[in-house]
């Protein structure tokens, strides 16, 4: 009853509440709300990609234009002769590196006269300039005695403040009088600049050196590390490529479905989302702890990486085997070939495009990891110099490329900074070049099946 | 015989016996490769593989033995008297090593005689001094029991090469004996070699599990010394972390509350960042974007995955920082006093986050069925109402998901939180003071230290145990919803 009642009413209710017959083409107050929530809900969206883009411009372009004047540095070529007299005297003295500074300041003034510059300095203001000239014009005269009373130009690194000068780091407005520069100073290496004599060129010590002390940022160079990554890198490849692989054709193409394979599985998903750090902590007590394998050796970190890389290959790798379709197996089964046989010789072959693409990712994403080499004792300081052969390669103490990077990063003078975007932008040209290496790989011997 | 010129030597071994193998074989078909049972190949695949594996078995179970029973005996030398206060017997063994290290080096230069450097009533002044001049690294440390220890670890350890040099060589001989003997026609080769290669994969498997156990090992045992040293209640509920070295580091406090709070607000600021970006970006990658915007954006979102986090920890360290403190810092708002922040590196790392929250989640979505968007659609509902109703219900365990897995990461990140974080532990509300973590805790604890003897030190296993326990849990918890997600439109 009462239902029969109401129901006529509440048809009519609409027809009520609008005056006129409302037209097709003409939105309603509901309509027009959902529209705008669509609208709004497209905007989020957008905006949520245009936030995650304008992070990665804002990383790139802090990246670039941070890390590019360490790429530059600045020097001081001054011609100049020491004569046989001048090198005994000064050979004789106390302070022998004093000495040949006081020679190297009298050429500087003749030069300027030479060149009619008007502009006062003394040494100290030199001294401020060059760092300390003397031990490198005695290194190369003790080293070089037939160049005696010939001229010789010598090419001498500025001070880490007159780079900053140099590359806009510092200016006039900014910098405070102290024992390393003063306000004096900048008036003179202007001169030095118009005249020539002070020059920008490009930073070869910093793609080749290796790591300088804490006093001196203008000699760090990230050489020694690549070169300690590198035999990381070798001992990552020719572990977790094999390793990996076999691993992926047991579990993908003959592990039986029990107990032990269930585990693997378990574990291989598990360690790859192990924190990195946690790595370091084993390869510090396995590797160093109980192996009493050496510490800071690319050796040892090599071994880390590889455990954490495993996963990544091993994932990649299955899923590479898995798009080789049956058929191949199938059909090599068919003329007789062993199960071994159909993997090695058919399956193995037809997947290791995509094998191969895995694993320089998966290099690239070790060649990039910091935290498990700080453990394990490979910072940057201990990268002094080039290792001597190939067995030292692996078992002397070196850094890589990102802990030298974080060693950087970590010490209080601001020329360092430079040098760690610096580095990192070696890193990423690095890391760069094996993704594309993978991207053309994958282009061009991928098979559509 | 240096381990090399060992391996070299098995190697050749292994290739002779494949030729010798090969060669038997078909000999003993009268030269018809047809009467064989494999292919020639696998005879002599089968005698390497003899030679090989079991020497170098042998090799590598020496090489992890020896160091430990040599150290043993060594150590047993040693007298309680020589370890000295504050000093462990394991530095006093690195200084036997040391010492060894220096003879070995001495009488390799030539410059001390073989009989001299194991002359067992040497005195140690003298030897000090013939070590000093041939420019071997000598501490005052060296006194008769450590230059006997010293001698009886280079002898010991001599006798051990030499035995196991020639085990090594034995092994691989016999080896190739026993393939030689198997290799006739009738021998079923290519099943034994296919036994042999499947083991290998088996043991390259089973590596994960080993790596787990190595790391679980590693872990519990320092742990378990750490609560030796210092109790357990302490560390897990204590309020305070100021780790000194005063006392052999017995003095000092290590709580681990403040890093854990440090640790999960540092998270959570990143999660916040990342969590909304990444879901949207999702939604409207998979359910808007036409497949060129697709083609550009995804890839585009996805290089923040792939740059390596020292380089964003520089980034929170010299660009966000200086930034934030110029908006919140003593000029602008005052309530932040330096670059490195809960803030700086909870933002940092959510940046890091975006691409992991948005191609999981792109997936997830991905995943649900096109019959229920569709179904959707008909009623009339746009877009958005599909995805808030619909498409967002039914991919919610899957993005839960998603959101642990991304909180694991931001958990056991290292890089960000060292160089953005701060140093200073300390329980805080405010998202602009100064906090540290669990894992910038570990690496300051460990870095460049040699010597787990003290609690300040054992420590930071402790810590590394408590974060392998939580992320586990995370990824364990977040591995079963999404694998039983997947389950249900399966």
Redesign the interface.
């Known amino acids: 009853m009462t239902d029969a009642t109401l129901s006529p009413d509440g048809a009519k209710a609409p027809e009520k509440t609008s005056a006129q017959p409302r037209s097709l083409y003409a939105t309603d107050e509901l309509t027009k709300k959902?529209?705008a929530?669509?609208k709004?809900?497209?905007a989020?969206?957008?905006?949520?990609?245009g936030?995650?883009?304008f992070?990665?411009v804002?990383?790139a372009y802090?990246?670039i234009s941070?890390g590019i004047p360490a790429f530059t540095r600045t020097v001081l070529t001054v011609e100049f002769t020491v004569t046989q007299e001048q090198f005994d005297d000064a050979e004789s003295q106390l302070f022998k590196t004093r000495a040949y500074e006081a020679v190297f300041t009298e050429a500087m003034s003749t030069q300027f006269q030479q060149k009619n510059i008007q502009v006062p300095f003394d040494v100290a203001a030199i001294e401020r300039i060059v760092g300390k000239p003397g031990s490198t014009i005695r290194e190369f005269y003790r080293a070089n005695p037939d160049q005696l009373g010939q001229p010789v130009a010598f090419e001498l690194a500025a001070s880490s403040r007159v780079d900053g000068y140099m590359n806009g780091r510092l200016t006039r407005d900014n910098i405070t009088d102290s024992r390393f520069l003063q306000k004096s100073d900048l008036d003179l290496v202007d001169v030095l600049v118009e005249s020539g004599i002070i020059q920008t060129v490009f930073n070869w010590p910093f793609i080749t050196g290796a790591d300088s002390g804490v006093d001196n940022p203008g000699g760090a160079g990230i050489g020694a590390s690549v070169v300690g990554s590198f035999f990381m890198m070798l001992v990552v490849l020719f572990l977790s490529l094999?390793?990996?692989v076999?691993?992926s054709?047991?579990?993908e193409e003959?592990?039986p479905q029990n107990k032990f394979t269930d585990?693997?599985e378990v574990?291989?998903?598990?360690?790859a989302?192990?924190?990195?750090?946690?790595?370091?902590?084993?390869g510090?007590?396995?590797f160093?702890?109980?192996?009493?394998l050496p510490?800071s050796a690319p050796i040892v970190g090599g071994l880390v990486l590889t455990?954490m890389t495993?996963?990544t290959i091993?994932i990649s790798t299955r899923a590479s085997l898995k798009a080789v379709p049956p058929s191949i197996r199938d059909a090599a089964l068919g003329v007789g070939a062993?199960?071994?046989q159909a993997v090695f010789h058919h399956v193995l072959p037809l997947a290791m495009p995509g094998i191969l693409t895995g694993t320089i990712i998966g290099l690239?994403?070790a060649?990039?990891?910091?935290?498990p080499l700080?453990?394990i004792?490979m910072?940057g300081f201990v990268a002094r110099g080039y290792p001597d052969g190939f067995?030292s390669g692996f078992m002397d103490p070196n850094s890589a490329m990102?802990a030298q990077?974080?060693t950087w990063?970590?010490r209080s003078d601001f020329a360092f900074?430079e040098k760690?975007?610096g580095g990192?932008i070696v890193?990423?040209i690095f890391?760069l070049s094996m993704?594309i290496l993978a991207i053309i790989l994958r282009r061009r011997f991928e098979r559509r099946w | 015989m240096p381990v090399v010129w060992l391996i070299l030597i098995v190697l050749a071994v292994a290739a002779v016996g494949y030729v010798l193998g090969r060669g038997r074989a078909l000999a003993s078909a009268g030269g018809e490769q047809i009467k064989l049972h494999s292919l020639p190949s696998y005879y002599g695949s089968n005698v390497a593989m003899k030679v090989v594996v079991p020497a170098f078995l042998i090799l590598v179970l020496w090489l992890l033995v020896q160091p430990l029973i040599v150290n043993n005996s060594v150590s047993g030398l040693i007298p309680d008297s020589e370890i000295a206060e504050g000093s462990s017997r394991g530095l006093v063994l690195a200084e036997v090593r040391r010492a060894a290290r220096g003879l070995d080096n001495a009488v390799a230069q030539g410059l001390i005689t073989e009989d001299f450097a194991r002359n067992a009533r040497a005195d140690f002044n003298d030897v000090t001094a013939r070590l000093k001049e041939a420019g071997q690294v000598v501490t005052s440390q060296i006194t008769q029991p450590i230059l006997r220890a010293a001698q009886e670890y280079r002898v010991l350890n001599a006798t051990g090469n030499f035995m196991m040099s020639i085990v090594v060589i034995l092994a691989a001989l016999a080896g190739a004996a026993w393939g030689l003997y198997e290799s006739r026609a009738d021998f079923r080769a290519r099943n034994t070699v296919e036994r042999g290669i499947k083991a290998l994969l088996i043991s390259a498997a089973s590596i994960a599990i080993l790596t787990t156990a190595g790391i679980v090992f590693s872990l519990v045992f320092n742990t378990v010394e750490f609560f030796r040293l210092y109790p357990a209640f302490d560390f897990f509920f204590g309020l305070t972390w100021s780790p000194t070295f005063s006392g052999r580091g017995g003095n000092s406090q290590l709580g681990i509350i403040p890093l854990l709070w440090g640790t999960f607000y540092i998270s959570f600021v990143a999660l916040a960042v990342a969590v909304p970006i990444g879901l949207f970006a999702a939604v409207y990658l998979s359910e808007y974007a036409g497949p060129k915007v697709r083609a550009v954006a995804k890839p585009l979102l996805e290089i923040l995955a792939g740059i390596p986090t020292i380089v964003y920890g520089l980034f929170a360290l010299l660009t966000v920082g200086p930034l934030l403190v110029s908006v919140f810092g003593p000029d602008g708002a005052g309530i932040m006093q330096s670059g490195t922040a809960v803030m700086t590196a909870g933002l940092v790392m959510g940046i890091m986050l975006i691409p992991f929250v948005s191609s999981l989640s792109d997936d997830i979505i991905n995943a649900v069925p096109q019959a229920m968007r569709d179904g959707s659609y008909g009623l009339g509902a746009t877009k958005s109402e599909t995805v808030k109703q619909v498409i967002l219900p039914a991919a919610l365990p899957g993005i839960v998901g998603a959101i642990l897995l991304a909180a694991s990461r931001a958990i056991g990140e290292t890089m960000i939180v060292v160089l953005g974080a701060g140093a200073a532990a300390r329980l805080s509300l405010n998202p602009f003071d100064a906090m540290t973590t669990v894992t910038a805790k570990i690496v300051s604890q460990l870095t460049g230290d040699a010597d787990f003897a003290s609690p300040v030190a054992l420590v930071a296993f402790a810590l590394g145990m408590t974060l392998f326990v939580v992320t586990l849990g995370l990824n364990i918890v977040a591995l079963y919803i999404v694998r039983k997600y997947r389950e249900q439109y399966d």
Not at chain 1, 44 to 49: K, R
Not at chain 1, 267 to 271: F, G, M, T
Not at chain 1, 273 to 282: Q, T, Y
Not at chain 1, 288 to 292: C, E, G, L, N, R
């Open positions: 959902r529209n929530s669509e709004r809900f497209q989020y969206g957008i905006a949520a990609i936030a995650g883009l992070f990665l804002v990383l802090s990246i941070e094999p390793i990996g076999a691993a054709i047991y579990l003959f592990a585990l693997i574990n291989i998903s598990n360690l989302a192990v924190p990195s750090i946690v790595f370091g902590i084993l510090l007590a396995v160093i702890q109980f192996m009493h510490q455990l495993l996963p091993i062993s199960k071994m690239a994403q060649l990039g990891e910091t935290a700080l453990l004792g910072v067995v990102p990077i974080y990063a970590a900074y760690a975007w990192i890193l990423l890391l993704n």
